[in-house]
């Protein structure tokens, strides 16, 4: 059966093409040598599943593991104690049935607690202390330390007999040079612990008093670095021998992805799937390039996948986190990274944002492309702006080529008829978002634009437009003088020379009373910069 890219639920190396596990699979059973617990919490679709899987496997020549799913556990078992004790044993029932060498007093007993009698009745009622003791009994008897690894933890959310259930593997924990219990406790889900401690209980009291506390750092990388996705490509071209250059498209990869490995193998499938064999590129060869990547991307930003709308869905029911996130894409605000900050907690937690040298930045150019075109529709019913892109969208391309000069000359004359009497405050704040809103319905559809996050700032933006395979680059800025403006040039010029163009553009909003607005070409050395003042 030939592989496929996987997208749905925890990847097989025989059935899938995926990155090599074994650095982070060593990484993590040194601490499970060390006996630690802790957690692999990780934002949604971001390969937690399949790290414990291939864990298991890793780990079983020299422990022994239980390997439980709580979304296999009804919601009634977590609603009593005796409930959560007769539930849990079932799973694990299930689970010891394929291990060699269990005790058969461990599997009695085990079975006793999961309800099931000798002739299939209930064999009563059962508290943790009960569990507890059973697992501590078998820890004692087992040839191999035994560990024990949960997966989908934030099932147990809301239930106070889970937190009572962490409360018994502290004390163990707590209690191990006396008293037999596993070597390690691996718990992995989308939300910490913590943040189920918070749900759970609101008041500030509970908030930093978690049973889990005793949970060792768990900062083994999880995301995709270029070489784990240039390994992923290799695997694929060794099948299909495409000829694609493996290096620079894992790189270009990586750029739009930063490793995220959902939307690394997404767009990986949509090249293999989707956009090899279309019209416009008619065999793996062709779909395999930066321009197939590039209209990969455009499918991708067009889906309504369950990632996109949970992005979405957190930002609306979080208003501070969507003001947050709004003034950093569309002002430059600089967001300080503290994670003692519940709403930049809560942001890293779901994948939005990371840590990008103690400043906050969203996690890569497909969040950000996402979060740009949702705050953009919901301004565009109101935004005279936008209907004049609407209105002028047919009149700048030619051939196919997206004529970025003129979008700008026909921006800077809708600006002024619309904005020209404003004052200095409301176009510094609003400039580079109108713009955005102009162009949004020109290339929709067929293109889209990203902020590249290491140029924002309040005085700074790089926007990027990938249009029909051509990237463009335009240098949105507030005019602070002619040193300043040469410190843009300077900057635009490096990255015309990342990008490998010869012609880029300025869009500077200038507030000196003197300006002179318009278009004016300048040369560079080797390079041309077009630059539009507002």
């Not at 490509?233 to 990586?254: C, K, P, V, W």
């Not at 051509?470 to 300077?490: M, P, S, V």
Request: proline share 2%; glycine share 6%; net charge negative.
């Amino acid at each position: 059966m030939a592989k496929t890219f996987n997208v749905t639920g925890a990847c097989n190396p025989a059935r899938h093409y995926m990155v090599d596990l074994k650095s982070r699979l060593e990484e993590i059973k040194k601490m499970v040598d060390a006996g630690d617990y802790f957690s692999i919490n990780r934002a949604r679709q971001y390969g937690k599943t399949t790290t414990l899987r291939a864990l298991a496997k890793y780990l079983e020549d020299d422990y022994v593991v239980l390997s439980l799913d709580f979304q296999k556990m009804s919601t009634a078992d977590f609603s009593t104690e005796s409930d959560f004790v007769k539930g849990l044993s079932r799973e694990v029932y299930r689970v010891i049935r394929r291990i060699p060498a269990i005790p058969d007093e461990t599997a009695r007993e085990i079975r006793k607690m999961a309800g099931i009698g000798e002739n299939g009745q209930s064999s009563g009622a059962f508290k943790l202390g009960d569990l507890f003791f059973c697992f501590s009994d078998w820890c004692e008897l087992s040839d191999k330390p035994i560990v024990l690894m949960i997966d989908e933890v934030d099932t147990a959310s809301n239930n106070q007999v889970f937190l009572d259930f962490l409360a018994q593997l502290r004390a163990y924990y707590l209690d191990r040079d006396t008293t037999p219990t596993f070597q390690s406790v691996i718990l992995a889900g989308l939300y910490d612990i913590r943040n189920l401690k918070r749900k759970i209980r609101p008041d500030s009291e509970h908030k930093q008093n978690s049973p889990w506390n005793i949970a060792a750092e768990f900062d083994v990388g999880m995301s995709f670095a270029k070489d784990d996705i240039a390994g992923m490509l290799r695997q694929y071209e060794s099948d299909y021998h495409t000829g694609m250059d493996i290096d620079n498209l894992a790189g270009n990869l990586f750029d739009y992805t930063s490793g995220y490995p959902y939307l690394v193998s997404r767009l990986c499938k949509l090249m293999d799937e989707k956009i090899a064999g279309s019209s416009q590129f008619n065999d793996k060869t062709a779909a395999w390039s930066k321009a197939g990547l590039m209209e990969a991307v455009k499918l991708l930003l067009n889906e309504s996948n369950a990632l996109f709308q949970s992005l979405t869905g957190k930002v609306r029911d979080y208003p501070v986190l969507r003001t947050t996130l709004y003034e950093l894409l569309f002002t430059g605000k600089q967001v300080q990274y503290n994670e003692l900050n519940e709403y930049i907690e809560m942001a890293a937690m779901f994948g939005f944002v990371k840590n990008a040298n103690g400043s906050a930045v969203i996690s890569n150019r497909i969040f950000e492309t996402v979060l740009y075109n949702w705050f953009i529709s919901e301004e565009f019913m109101d935004s005279k702006m936008y209907d004049f892109g609407v209105q002028e969208k047919n009149k700048f391309v030619t051939g196919g080529h997206l004529n970025v000069r003129l979008v700008l000359e026909r921006f800077i004359e809708s600006f002024d008829y619309l904005y020209g009497d404003q004052d200095e405050a409301f176009l510094e704040d609003v400039g580079r978002r109108y713009f955005m809103l102009y162009l949004k319905p020109i290339i929709n559809g067929v293109g889209n634009c990203y902020v590249e996050a290491q140029t924002r700032n309040r005085e700074r933006t790089d926007l990027v437009i990938d249009y029909r395979g051509e990237q463009f680059i335009i240098e949105l800025k507030i005019w602070r003088g002619n040193a300043y403006n040469q410190r843009g040039e300077d900057q635009l010029v490096d990255y015309l020379n990342y990008f490998h163009l010869t012609k880029g553009y300025m869009l500077s909003f200038c507030f000196n009373k003197n300006k002179k607005v318009g278009i004016k070409e300048i040369p560079l050395g080797d390079k041309t910069l077009i630059e539009a003042v507002v």
